[in-house]
């Protein structure tokens, strides 16, 4: 019974503790948008709140919805593997390093806008999105990997020298611990950032049947109140997504 009523306080407790904010946040919201008193610069909390369940009771915005989604969802995929491949190949090759280390500082540093409107001359719009959703993540998954593995244990590499396992012993006993830390560490950041460039890409590329194009005819429109809804909304979706993937991930031990 005891530990029953310490559940419960812990609970309240904690819904107390995000309700907080959310009322402070949405009260001072209110009273900006009262003194700015136009719906085109600042809608209230509670027009927006009505767009989001338009928003969710409307079958088009869930076919968008989806669309994105899929691609958000391959180009994470995408990002990670070829970030883990190649960070992996450059850890185990000195001259595959060597060569590769330019070209991953130069998709780094080069602007998101400048990397969306140099792979619009190369592929289709539809793929836009999927395309530099990829080229955000590889840098940074590449060098965290890069960067986990050159951390392992000197020990256990002096080890592995004497008894010289296999390729694949090497990677599944000594390397593979170390890689699932690193994209573990990576991976609250992929998310964001796959969200944040796939409907970026969408918007700059207004392709068909996406988030991305349904918050620029928003804008275009000026239906400021849907435009704040489909953001909440995504950063609602983004949230949850984090939320599921990383208590699966602890959930499974690792």
């Not at 694949?168 to 593979?176: A, Q």
């Not at 275009?220 to 208590?247: G, Q």
């Amino acid at each position: 019974m005891a530990s029953y009523h310490k559940k419960t306080s812990i609970m309240k407790n904690r819904l107390i503790k995000k309700t907080i904010p959310l009322v402070f946040w949405a009260s001072l919201w209110s009273l900006a948008a009262f003194f700015i008193g136009n719906d085109l610069i600042l809608p209230g909390p509670w027009d927006i709140g009505r767009q989001m369940i338009n928003l969710l009771l409307d079958g088009a915005y869930w076919s968008s919805f989806f669309t994105s989604f899929g691609k958000i969802i391959l180009g994470l995929g995408l990002g990670l593997f070829l970030g883990l491949i190649l960070g992996y190949l450059s850890y185990l090759s000195g001259g595959f390093r060597l060569l590769l280390d330019p070209f991953i500082g130069l998709i780094k540093t080069t602007p998101v806008a400048a990397l969306t409107i140099l792979l619009l001359v190369w592929i289709s719009s539809d793929k836009l999105s999927l395309a530099l959703i990829v080229m955000v993540l590889l840098p940074s998954v590449y060098q965290d990997i890069l960067n986990g593995l050159d951390r392992l244990d000197p020990n256990l590499l002096e080890v592995s020298k004497v008894y010289r396992p296999s390729w694949k012993n090497s990677f599944k006993y000594l390397h593979w611990d170390q890689i699932l830390l690193s994209l573990k560490e990576n991976l609250t950041y992929s998310l964001g950032f796959a969200w944040k460039a796939g409907i970026s890409g969408e918007i700059l590329a207004q392709a068909y049947n996406s988030l991305g194009n349904r918050i620029y005819q928003a804008k275009i429109y000026l239906n400021i109140a849907e435009l704040f809804a489909h953001i909440l909304l995504l950063a609602l979706a983004a949230s949850l997504m984090e939320k599921v993937i990383l208590s699966r991930w602890r959930k499974n031990g690792n």
